[in-house]
């Protein structure tokens, strides 16, 4: 086949598929399998890949048409301008995480904190660690992560963005690891914890049922994690230090009270674009 013909077929596959912006991935497909820029679809469009690349191209396709996360097949993403290597068993950053990122950045700033002392809980890929690491080469931040697949994906993030020096990856369970720390330690607590309930999980989009039950499951209410980083965290942040936690869609109330009943009465839910509740923060 040809690149333009194997290009129709692709986003037909994709689009029947119900795929939201198959052309789009189509075309990072292209730049991932064959090396393409933007124009080079136009330019070589009569030529053909050769039988391997092709075959890869299509079971590719293939993958993303049953539901295989785009952003898995590319093993890379982009959180805001920092790249993660990503693949099966950590979760891939979501740009709804930008709220939390850009309100604790705020309030950072705001406080004039030179070399703030910041925990990033449930880490992930470390796509909020490595961000404020960037931002901040004079932070100390940690990043806790229980999942082997996601430190593994943490500690590679760690080493691609360069902030070896002021990022540490700290392995363990959240619920465990805050004895590891002194009451008044931190600067910054920092979260987006797993939140959707345990019932909810089965019906969220395909995609997501390829990405790890540890990084989704908040518990029956989606709350566990909350309630572990208000028992077990709170004591570990210094007076007036700051809280960012990003919530679901409908849990800023929930998150908030829980905030407030253990003793952080001034709390604000930041929504998102589509008005929806998105982080929780504290604005002593
Ligand atoms: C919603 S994901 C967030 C990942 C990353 N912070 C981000 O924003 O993309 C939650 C993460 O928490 C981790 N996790 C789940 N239970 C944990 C626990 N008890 N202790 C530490 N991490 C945990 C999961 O493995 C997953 O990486």
Known sequence: MTYLELYNSAVGSLENSGCDSPEYEIRELLSYFFGFSRYDLSLKRNDSPDEKSENAFLDSVQKRCNGYPLQYILKSWTFMDCEFHVGEGVLIPRDDTEVCVRECIKLIDKKHMQSPRIIDLCSGSGAIAVTLGRRYPEAEIFAAELSEKAYAYLEENIRLNHTEKNVKPVKGDISVLYKNFGDGYFD??????????????PSLQKEVQFEPKLALDGG??????????????????????????????DQGKAVSSLLISHGFPNVTIVKDISGLDRAVVNNE
């Open 188 to 201: 910054v607590i920092i979260s987006n914890p797993p939140y959707i309930t345990t019932d909810e999980i």
């Open 220 to 249: 029956k209410d989606g709350l566990d994690f909350y309630r572990i980083i208000c028992e077990k965290w709170l004591a570990k942040l210094k007076k007036g230090g700051i809280i960012s936690l990003e919530t679901g869609e």
